[in-house]
């Protein structure tokens, strides 16, 4: 029989666990929040992530503090994606920076938003969040990283950016429809052309 000690010892999560459901928790909030918008609750978060509702309060002091983490963790994902595809064409900026706008305004980014830029997916819960968050700080700096990654000597990278978002935007919501295709089109003619 097992005295009482090592139950509770039994009972407890390993430090390590806890950072891996932690890392869990704050990977599918990124996917999801990009997917389905920052409003999704905490008890679905919790149960994508395969964890207890309860748990949630044991790694984050609010809802507001995943947010914060998730929207930090998404625009890593950006960079490195950044990263890999200039590293992908061996340094070479203009051919990596074509790559990324064929790639961005591809059908296969349209329909997976979960794994998309997280510029597009979050601008509209960005847009309610204080100015003073810290997930707006991140999504700000993000933007602007990512439009200066965009930039060139003859373009300007906010312009890039800002019709590679609106065409995506746009894209999404119209999907299901001529139009959709038309617009990442239109704006890849515009862009590379």
Do not use: W
């Amino acid at each position: 029989m097992k005295s009482k000690l090592e139950g509770v010892v039994m009972g407890r999560v390993s430090q390590q666990q806890a950072e891996e459901n932690r890392r869990r928790v704050v990977e599918t909030a990124a996917r999801l929040f990009r997917e389905k918008g920052t409003h999704l609750s905490v008890a679905d978060l919790m149960k994508a992530s395969g964890l207890t509702h309860g748990g949630f309060y044991k790694q984050f002091a609010s809802k507001d503090a995943l947010i914060d983490e998730a929207t930090t963790h998404a625009f890593a994902e950006l960079a490195q994606l950044h990263a890999a595809g200039l590293e992908r064409h061996a340094g070479q900026r203009d051919e990596a920076r074509q790559a990324l706008i064929d790639n961005y305004l591809s059908v296969e980014h349209r329909d997976n938003p979960a794994d998309g830029c997280p510029a597009a997916a979050l601008a509209a819960d960005m847009a309610r969040e204080p100015a003073d968050s810290e997930a707006r700080r991140v999504y700000v700096e993000g933007v602007g990283d990512f439009a200066e990654a965009l930039a060139d000597e003859e373009h300007d990278g906010l312009v890039r950016l800002s019709t590679m978002i609106g065409a995506l935007v746009l894209s999404r919501a119209t999907k299901g429809s001529s139009l959709s295709e038309e617009v990442l089109v239109a704006a890849r003619e515009e862009l590379t052309g």
